[in-house]
């Protein structure tokens, strides 16, 4: 079983994280309680079960063409959360594939609550 960041990362156990000290085969439960997503910072516990089909959707997000490759920077809030284009934030109404230029002026970040403004590019 693979498992989800929010931020669209998957660990997959069969790989491992070897550039993080995880070895390949290493099972989600032997992976230390303190690891974190190597991609925004997020803590284990708030990693998910992948099922087949969404890891099948972050895999097709993640092939952006090159020319939008400058479109899908992501954005950080102090507090933590990161949002990623390539993702987008579907929870509140802002799809994948959505650069940040066109996510809308009031949104505000989902765990903390802070405008876009005080975001900062990662």
């Known amino acids: 079983m693979k498992y989800g960041c ?17 070895a390949p085969g290493t099972a989600w439960e032997d992976v230390p309680a303190d690891f974190k997503c190597p ?20 895999e097709e997000a993640a092939e952006v063409p090159a020319d939008d490759a ?6 950080g809030c102090p507090c933590g959360y990161v949002y990623d284009p390539v ?14 230029a066109d996510v809308p002026a ?4 989902p765990e903390c609550g802070i405008e876009k403004e005080m975001f900062a590019e990662e």
Do not use: Q, R
């Open 70 to 75: 400058a479109k899908m920077v992501k954005y």
């Open 87 to 100: 993702v987008g934030d579907p929870e509140n109404g802002i799809a994948p594939g959505t650069a940040w």
């Open 6 to 22: 929010p931020c669209g990362y998957v660990y997959d156990p069969v790989l491992g994280d070897p550039e993080n000290g995880i």
């Open 39 to 58: 991609e925004c910072g997020i803590e284990k516990e708030m990693f998910a079960e992948e099922s087949d089909d969404s890891v099948a959707k972050h």
């Open 106 to 109: 009031d949104f505000k970040c």
